[in-house]
């Protein structure tokens, strides 16, 4: 259950992530991504993965807190 909610979390990050034109693509940009992961009943889910991947970036993760807070 736990798995299923973090990759619906993961997948609305990627969809949700700016796609840059290729002449921008150069250009460094510093994003910050901060949430709270949920289990089905609505509790907090602690010590979640939680993980984003972009196109031609190196992969990125964060584990939530025991609230279930990321950064």
């Known amino acids: 259950m736990r798995t299923a909610i973090v990759l619906v979390l993961l997948e609305s990050l990627i969809v949700s992530a ?4 290729a002449q921008q693509s150069a250009a460094t940009k510093l ?3 901060d949430g709270i992961v949920v289990d089905g009943a609505n509790a907090p889910v ?3 993965e939680v993980g984003l ?5 190196k992969n990125t993760f964060a584990r939530s807190d025991n ?4 950064t």
């Open 53 to 57: 991947t972009l196109e031609g970036m």
């Open 67 to 70: 609230a279930g807070h990321f």
């Open 31 to 33: 994003v910050t991504i």
């Open 18 to 21: 700016p796609h840059l034109p």
């Open 46 to 48: 602690p010590s979640a």
